[in-house]
């Protein structure tokens, strides 16, 4: 109870700076009022994980502005964050529309590809974003993800249609693997920070070849999304 009336405090502060900002600037109109306010309370609530809330001030945001590219990407990560996935990627497969060049738009696609298991389609968008922005370690991660999930499943189809175990480094033969591999590299060198998650990817996909359940590790990469 006490952290409901903490974050209703917190979203009366920040209307009320909103007012007073739009008392200070006569220029501004009602409705830019409305979207600045609405937005500011979405933001604030999603800092404080509560997405519901922040949705439901975007939306009285896009009331004064429906086509605000901005503001449709903030109401679909609230979405995305309250488990509406479905909802979310409408709102970014229209986004991709309008600005097709937009590097997070582009991750976002990508990431609804690998959540639904076409890893080439997320590799196609992961690259698209990498085409516009190529120092971001995230997408090179993200890219690396999809290409070990893509060497996961065709090594896993291999084992199906062989009567007989596949030779010890198979894996690391597929080119969907070393493109893995070589995704990773480029993540950790732009971002060291990230060795550590690139060490748990590596040893799980040496895990999976040795026990053969691609599930589980099929199931780690989605969970990062």
């Known amino acids: 109870m006490q952290n409901k009336w903490i974050l209703l405090g917190i979203a009366i502060i920040v209307i009320a700076a909103a007012i007073l900002i739009t008392v200070c600037a006569p220029g501004l109109t009602p409705a830019t009022f409305l979207r600045d306010g609405g937005t500011a309370a979405g933001d604030t609530f999603m800092l404080v994980n509560q997405s519901g809330m922040a949705l439901s001030f975007y939306d009285r945001a896009l009331a004064e502005s429906p086509d605000d590219p901005a503001l449709l990407q903030k109401k679909a990560e609230a979405l995305l964050r309250t488990g509406k996935m479905d909802e979310a990627e409408q709102i970014y497969r229209g986004l991709l529309v309008t600005e097709p060049d937009n590097p997070t738009v582009l991750v976002r696609i990508g990431d ?20 516009v922005e ?75 070849e040795a026990s053969g359940k691609y599930q589980d590790l099929l199931a780690s990469l989605k969970s990062t999304l």
Not at 118 to 124: H, L, P, R, W
């Open 112 to 131: 609804f590809s690998t959540h639904r298991g076409d890893y080439v389609a997320a590799i196609s968008s992961y690259a698209a974003a990498l085409a």
């Open 134 to 208: 190529p120092d971001n370690a995230k997408t090179w991660l993200r890219e690396g993800d999809a290409y070990l999930a893509l060497a996961v499943t065709e090594y896993a189809a291999r084992q199906a249609g062989s009567s007989s175990p596949l030779p010890a480094g198979f894996l690391d033969s597929l080119d969907s693997y070393r493109s893995a591999m070589a995704d990773y590299a480029k993540a950790q060198k732009l971002d060291p920070r990230l060795s550590v998650v690139v060490s748990t990817r590596t040893l799980a996909a040496n895990q999976f």
